[in-house]
């Protein structure tokens, strides 16, 4: 790699290694002609959602599962948010943030998943 | 108001030997001010200091703040220790000892140990990837002043109004109001929750500043090991922090505001209290000792004049130890009962985090296998840190095996576990840093010979101090007990104890003096690099200019500097006048110290709810960020000029 | 030059407006790791609530409390919030500035249509007398819907700033950039309340419990 | 049933090992109390503690060694002579030994862990076990012996070479309950009811004590446990019945005040103090919540 800096210019040439990353996560975005990709976000997470609560109030399921079929959709409307509004994989560099998240909703998870189960006890006296 | 007064100054405030702690802390501000007003110096102080964005200065500033928490956290210390060095002793009674004891953990952990490590990251971290500066400037100065007022909220607790005294881990219901009426425990609480925000914009601010800013070339697999050590600490800390503020908040919320979340009735449930903390807790001690792995594994290479060994490997294993030290903290609560299932899990998981931290430890010995080692100040304190963290993670494998931990859980034996890791890994690797770096933020160097009598003291009483602990823990002592009855076998040991903790400030002492000394006659660090060493901050002057590099580098190689040396090119390095380009730089700025001090009032009035002193306060708040969000001038392009006039002067111009 | 550097040069033509300078894409990389802590708050906030959710003591339980009704209603007022911040920032990188502000007042007006919902919601348990006090599992549903209650009210009134901001400067690489973090803010709510409605209310309203 | 001992040979090896070692560190002595087990619980768990210990140590030691080696063998001296290998930073067999003879240490302690931490949680099959309900109060223990209908405040009688199933909760903050010499503690906790047993060889004198800090009247939450045959026991137990007197709830209510008491005896105790289910539970004890 030549010597970027010695012809440097401070707007024009990479001062920063990620800039020389760049390429790796390219943003999509689309700024012509209709919102479709809008508009379908919003319609799919209200099928979403509608289904979610018509699922609970007609208890069409035995609960246990009832709430393992909400928690499913619940993640599929986070998706839906994360990757149409959010834009997730957009950035300028490598995404970084598409790791970090991933680790947090990870540790999420696993946070309130152990809590549970901890909190649980020793099922009385043996 | 003379009720006011009396609950501002309840008879627990007087307390004799926290006053003489605390007139010394004032006694050196009140002629630092006196300094200030004689030199007229305020403008400048205000100017160049209290409202500087710059990392190099805020960096400095948390140095002397942490230094300072480190004499009054170690005056705490001393007071336990002549307490405990009798039976039946009257030093001091329970309640002081209480109070002590929790102030002592609170302010080592969060107000020594965290703020020396951001001290170091802030002055090398920018200079070691090449960059001008953090990712966020003002939100680093925020940081800062909420870590400092967060600080301050909690010191003044031991004169106004009562001290917290349930332990640096405030389990409830012991600090729900009805155990804990007076506003001590509010003081810990409000003074952690708010140097918590200012944490972990840290955390996000350093993982931005390394992951968006570094030098051209310098891959992630070229980072200084550092670098990594603080990227991973950034990621631990933006995990950990969130459940230590839920904690906090809801054990606020039950005494402030009459919520049940940890009472005893009301199907309140203090044990989520317990795993909150310590979801928190496990991962804080990796985050006050990764970034010590990291600083050892800069002062080696450079002090055995080698490469670090096997850099992938230790890049691997810090992950790996990063990843893992979310899944154990179960291991501070095995005695509360979850069950073999949740117990042998957790077990597990904690001993599997001795490989990756083994593999640490032998490559350090394999970088100086083969090498040339110098036996400075800086290398002396790694050089001890290697034996006494093995026994600190041997002991800490045996608690984490969960029959034994049944009998030594918060018995001394955990007390010594856990000071050989902290002392022996934090402490050892931020002196040793400080050492290291000291010439780098303040353009001269400290005195050797000093240094080696203070490491010695310290060192020796170090082990002193805490080996006798290990046998109190067998010989079944607990911890936070203010005495204990003669006959148990417990007074000799603890004699000793006590004897090798006032060692330790003897050493301290000695350091004390060594920086006072070496202010007036120490040796100037002419050449910026005055260790030959390996990274970038080196390849500036001492201390580094305002804008840090006159010219980007372009990095080739993982250890830069030296590869830079090694093949000529160093003197290539000497600044082209014609290459001199503006610079993006931040400007000072009021609102991080105006943002501190309205967090600071807020948390006094809540401490004592005193709601009109609250509100005033979050007005404050809310016009900071109000101010910060509408200034949109808030950097300037640096003139060329000056920094070729500063290159010039420096010598580093080409001609 | 290699390769990478130009690929960049190439795509940096593209680049959306909130991304173009750099200093200011540094920004926004740093608000999505700040989002990453709040998750795990709110994660915190979720473990709590999950470990507590049977403690009722003498208070109220779910089924005397949570009806259809106003959830149904909050739940598509932040919906569709979400979808017109979408289409701000939409509206924002095409450089419509006129379409940006009304559909950024458009999402403003219906957070406080949300926040109202549940202010009213809140108070209507509170005069059933199950207030945070009476129980752990109280304590902890107001906490954890409060938080976010909290959070929106906040993203409100950054969003009014915003306004205050785009008007008098337009649409520059910094304000474009603040508005971009604003949304990235405010989707970021919609999706934790996805998981409210469904792990704390609907999951109670199911008709069993899982132990 | 797994065997949860080690055959007796193996055992009295390490013990002895054991005593060898507290002997050469600190002069020998029964105050290493957790070193001198008196009952299987104990034993069971010290046996644990030698095995990690000589697990450790085998690491430990070599790397002292190497590491003190090295700082002799490549010191930096005037005139830089000897091996210098600067560039030298990797070689495969190495670090895979590296790797490799953790992994086997850890195994060796982490096997036995899981399997003793499962077999210490099971009682252990013998006919009943004394039960006794222990109550964690500002600052003293109040102790139930639902199967004998009396209680004593600070201090226990238990028959020797018997399982006593310990049942702990709170009325206060927490606190664990721990008798170093019979075996490891458990946390006393409000609104949950924590089982631990443990048993005592031979009759005796041992002293328990609180582990967790609950305010300046901690340090005397100790109390003795006084381990006697069966027949003594028994003997007690109509001793504190026909001697001592009741409690009333009214008494109950004056020993939870905060403070600290001394030994204490009572022939009877009121209903419903001691909880029977978790979660919900009062101040006062006297109304446990039913779970929903
Ligand atoms: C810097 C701080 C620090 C560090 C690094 C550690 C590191 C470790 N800690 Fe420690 N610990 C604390 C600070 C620290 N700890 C504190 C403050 C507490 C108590 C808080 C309180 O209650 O107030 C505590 C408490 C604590 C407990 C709870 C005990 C109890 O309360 O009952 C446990 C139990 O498992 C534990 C285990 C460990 C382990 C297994 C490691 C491991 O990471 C150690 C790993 C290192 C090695 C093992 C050595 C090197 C390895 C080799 C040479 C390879 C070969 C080794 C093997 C094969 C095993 N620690
Ligand atoms: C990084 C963290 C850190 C550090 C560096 C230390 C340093 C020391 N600690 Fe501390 N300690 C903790 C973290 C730390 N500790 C924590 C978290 C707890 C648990 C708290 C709890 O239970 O909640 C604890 C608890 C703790 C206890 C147990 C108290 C109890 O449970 O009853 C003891 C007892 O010996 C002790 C001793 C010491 C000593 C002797 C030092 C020495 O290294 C200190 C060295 C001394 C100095 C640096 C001072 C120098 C000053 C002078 C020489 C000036 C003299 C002037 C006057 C007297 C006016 N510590
Ligand atoms: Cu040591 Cu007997
Ligand atoms: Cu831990």
Redesign the pocket.
């Known amino acids: 790699m030549a010597h970027l800096s010695n012809q440097s210019h401070h707007a024009e040439t990479p001062d920063h290694e990620d800039r020389i990353e760049i390429g790796s996560l390219t943003p999509h975005f689309q700024a012509h002609g209709f919102p479709w990709k809008q508009v379908l976000g919003y319609v799919a997470s209200l099928l979403l959602t509608a289904l979610a609560f018509v699922l609970v109030m007609n208890h069409v399921l035995p609960p246990t599962a009832l709430i393992a079929v909400i928690l499913v959709l619940a993640v599929l409307q986070a998706m839906l948010q994360l990757g149409v509004f959010m834009h997730l994989r957009e950035s300028r560099g490598s995404a970084w943030q598409v790791i970090v998240l991933g680790l947090g909703f990870f540790m999420a998870a696993g946070l309130i998943i152990a809590s549970v189960w901890i909190m649980m006890f020793k099922a009385g006296v043996s | 108001m003379s009720h006011i007064i009396a609950e501002l100054f309840p008879p627990s405030t007087l307390r004799l030997f926290e006053l003489i702690a605390d007139v010394l802390i004032v006694l050196t501000t009140v002629s630092i001010v006196g300094v200030l007003t004689y030199t007229k110096k305020w403008v400048w102080l205000w100017r160049e200091w209290l409202t500087s964005v710059d990392h190099k200065r805020i960096g400095i500033m948390y140095l002397i703040a942490a230094l300072v928490m480190l004499f009054r956290g170690g005056v705490d210390a001393l007071l336990l220790r002549t307490q405990l060095a009798f039976p039946n002793n009257h030093f001091l009674g329970p309640e002081h000892y209480d109070e002590i004891f929790t102030t002592h ?1 609170t302010i080592m ?1 969060f107000f020594m ?1 965290m703020p020396f490590l951001f001290a170091l990251f802030n002055v090398a971290v920018p200079l070691m990837i090449g960059a001008r500066d953090v990712a966020f400037p003002r939100l680093n100065a925020v940081s800062f002043w909420l870590f400092a007022f967060g600080a301050l909220l909690l010191n003044i607790s031991f004169v106004i109004g009562g001290s917290p005294n349930a ?3 405030a389990y409830p219901p012991l600090t729900e109001l009805r155990f804990n009426p007076s506003v001590g425990e509010n003081y810990y609480f409000l003074s952690l929750l708010i140097a918590g925000i200012g944490t972990t914009i840290t955390g996000i601010n350093f993982m931005v500043t390394i992951l968006r800013m570094r030098a051209p070339g310098m891959t992630l697999m070229k980072m200084p090991m550092f670098v990594w050590t603080v990227l991973v600490t950034g990621a631990l800390i933006i995990f950990a922090f969130p459940p230590l503020t839920v904690s906090l908040a809801l054990t606020l919320f039950d005494r402030l505001f009459g919520s049940s979340f940890f009472t005893l009735g009301h199907g309140g449930m203090p044990m989520m209290f317990v795993n909150l903390f310590w979801l928190f ?2 991962p ?3 985050i ?2 990764l970034p ?1 792995f990291g600083i050892f594994s800069e002062v080696v290479p450079v002090f055995s004049d080698k490469k670090l060994y096997g850099y992938p490997i230790m890049v691997a294993s810090v992950l790996a ?1 990063t990843v893992l ?1 979310y899944g ?1 903290w179960v ?5 509360m009962g979850a069950g073999p299932g949740v117990n042998a899990f ?2 597990v998981s ?2 599997l ?3 990756p ?6 490559n350090w010995v394999l970088t100086m296998w083969g090498g040339r080692i110098r036996f400075t100040v800086a290398m002396l304190w790694q050089l001890a840190f290697i034996p006494a ?2 026994i ?10 969960v029959p034994v ?1 049944y009998q ?4 001394y034996f ?2 010594a ?3 050989f ?2 002392i022996g ?2 402490v050892f690797g931020v002196l040793s840093g400080m050492y290291y770096w000291w010439p780098k933020m303040f353009g001269y160097m400290l005195n050797e010979r000093q240094g080696k009598v203070a490491f010695w003291l310290f060192f020796i009483g170090f082990l002193v101090t805490f080996v006798p602990q290990y046998m109190l823990g067998l010989e079944g002592m607990t ?1 936070r007990m203010y005495t204990y009855p003669p006959g148990l076998g417990w007074s000799s040991l603890n004699l000793v104890s006590t004897i090798g903790a006032f060692t330790q400030g003897a050493g301290f002492l000695v350091i004390v003096y060594n920086v006072l000394w070496s202010m007036r006659y120490g040796e100037r660090d002419l050449t910026g690099d005055p260790w030959n060493g390996r990274t970038l901050e080196w390849s500036i002057p001492s201390p580094a200019p305002e804008y840090n590099f006159a010219i980007v580098p372009v990095v080739h190689d993982r250890d830069a500097w030296w590869d830079m040396k090694q093949s000529g090119k160093s003197e290539a390095f000497k600044v082209k006048s014609s290459a001199i380009r503006p610079v993006h730089m931040p400007k000072r700025s009021a609102m991080p110290f105006l943002l501190g001090l309205s967090f600071f009032v807020v948390g006094f009035g809540m401490t004592f709810s005193w709601w009109v002193i609250a509100i005033i306060g979050g007005l404050g708040v809310l016009a900071s960020l109000l101010y910060g969000a509408f200034d949109y001038d808030d950097f300037e392009e640096l003139d060329p000029e000056v920094i070729r006039r500063t290159e010039a002067g420096l010598g580093r111009l080409q001609a | 030059m290699s390769q990478a550097v130009r690929r960049y040069e190439e795509t940096e033509q593209h680049l959306p407006i909130e991304f173009a300078d750099y200093h200011e894409s540094v920004k926004i990389t740093g608000f999505w790791f700040f989002l990453a802590t709040d998750l795990l708050l709110f994660a915190s906030l979720f473990g709590t609530f999950a470990v507590m959710r049977f403690d009722f003591a003498q208070g109220a339980t779910p089924a005397q409390l949570f009806h259809y009704g106003p959830l149904i209603l909050e739940t598509l007022l932040l919906l569709t919030s979400s979808f017109t911040c979408g289409l701000a920032i939409y509206q924002m990188r095409r450089n419509n500035q006129k379409g940006m502000l009304m559909w950024l007042i458009v999402t403003i007006l219906l957070g406080m249509g949300f926040v109202g919902t549940e202010v009213h919601e809140f108070v209507s348990y509170v005069g059933m007398g199950a207030t945070w006090h009476k129980s752990g599992f109280l304590s902890a549903f107001f906490t954890l819907v409060g938080t976010h209650g909290a959070h929106v009210t906040v993203g409100i009134l950054w969003a009014l700033t915003l306004v205050v901001q785009l008007v008098q400067r337009g649409i520059t690489p910094r304000t474009s950039r603040k508005l971009f973090t604003f949304a990235l803010y405010w989707h970021f709510l919609d999706i934790v309340w996805v998981f409210i409605f469904s792990f704390v209310y609907l999951s109670s309203m199911t008709g069993g419990r899982i132990a | 049933m797994p065997k949860r001992h080690s055959p007796r040979g193996r055992h009295r090896y390490w013990l002895t090992l054991a005593i060898a070692l507290g002997l050469t560190v600190s002069g020998c002595g029964q105050q290493y109390v957790v070193l001198h087990p008196k009952g299987p619980v104990a034993t069971s768990e010290l046996n644990l503690l030698i095995l990690a210990s000589v ?2 140590a085998l ?2 030691i070599p ?1 002292w060694m190497l590491f003190a080696y090295t700082l002799v063998r490549f010191r930096d001296n005037p005139r830089h002579e000897g091996v210098f290998v600067p560039k030298w930073q990797s070689s495969r067999l190495l670090e895979i030994l ?1 790797f490799v ?6 195994a060796v ?1 982490a096997v036995p862990t899981v399997q003793k931490t499962y077999a210490l949680d099971r009682l252990p099959p013998k006919k009943d076990p004394v039960v006794i309900n222990v109550t964690s109060l500002d600052w003293k223990w109040l102790f139930q012996y639902p199967g004998q209908h009396i209680a004593t405040v600070n201090y226990i009688e238990i028959p020797a070479g018997k399982p006593v199933l310990f049942e702990l909760t709170a009325d206060s903050p927490m606190n664990t309950f721990w008798i170093p010499q019979l075996g490891g503690m458990e946390y006393t906790m409000p609104g949950e009811v924590l089982p631990l047993w443990l048993e005592a060889n031979k009759p005796g004198v041992y002293m328990g004590r609180s582990g967790q800090f609950s305010g300046t009247g901690f340090v005397h939450m100790v109390f003795s446990v006084k381990a006697v045959s069966s027949a003594a026991f028994n003997s007690w137990v109509q001793q504190v019945k026909t001697t001592a007197p009741g409690m009333s709830l009214a008494t109950y209510h004056s020993i939870v005040k905060i403070g600290t008491m001394g030994h204490e005896s009572f022939s009877s105790y009121p209903a419903g103090i001691f909880p029977t289910t978790t979660h919900g539970f009062t101040l006062t004890g006297s109304s446990p919540m039913k779970m929903p």
């Open positions: 953990g952990i140990a332990g640096w881990t807790g496990h804080e001690v990796y006050v000792v010590a130890i030290s154990v291991h501070h609560f095995f005695t957790f077990g904690t001993m985090i001795a490989i931290t083994g593999v640490k430890i032998f963290f093995l600190a993670g041997a002991t800490g494998v045996l608690l984490a095996t931990d030594m859980h918060n018995s955990l007390i576990h856990f000071h890791a902290l890994g934090t911890r | 697990a450790m690491v430990i790397v590296l003879v953790p992994l086997i240490i850890v302690i």
